[in-house]
């Protein structure tokens, strides 16, 4: 596939990130698994709406951080819950709609509503966003 393409390297949960992101999300499939001389996945790719990523068990050397992450733009407080909690399971929630999931990685769920309302033309219903927003860790769309 052209273009860019996520590459998440993983100690040895390479399988597991596969079943388990392509259970979450609809339009999903596994592409590839290829697996290494002990059986185990090594490498992989799956899709998730016309999205390629790629996975690699990789080792403990390298861990996921904030300084990257992924955004699932919702456009019902349903998707928001849906995706909070499939995501988060076994994961950690974070403030103003970020979550780290089982395997370290951070997520945005983030509700196109908010977006638009960050980009308000008036200032001040902005900073009313913005300060309901900063007391959220899931965002409650009826409460911005």
Known sequence: MKGIVPFLWFDNQAEEALNFYTSIF??????SMRRGPD???FTGSFQ???????VLN?????KFTEAISL????ETQ???DYYWSKLGDGGQEQMCGWLKDK??????????QLTELLAHKDPEKVQRV????????KINIATI
């Open 39 to 41: 059986g185990k996945v």
């Open 130 to 137: 913005m300060q309901a927003m900063l007391k959220m860790k």
């Open 58 to 62: 990789g080792g403990p050397m390298f």
């Open 26 to 31: 609809k339009n999903s499939k596994i592409l």
């Open 103 to 112: 395997f370290g990685l951070s997520w945005q769920i983030t509700p196109i």
């Open 71 to 74: 955004m699932v733009n919702c």
């Open 48 to 54: 998730v709406n016309d999205r390629e990523f790629h």
């Open 78 to 80: 349903e998707e928001v």
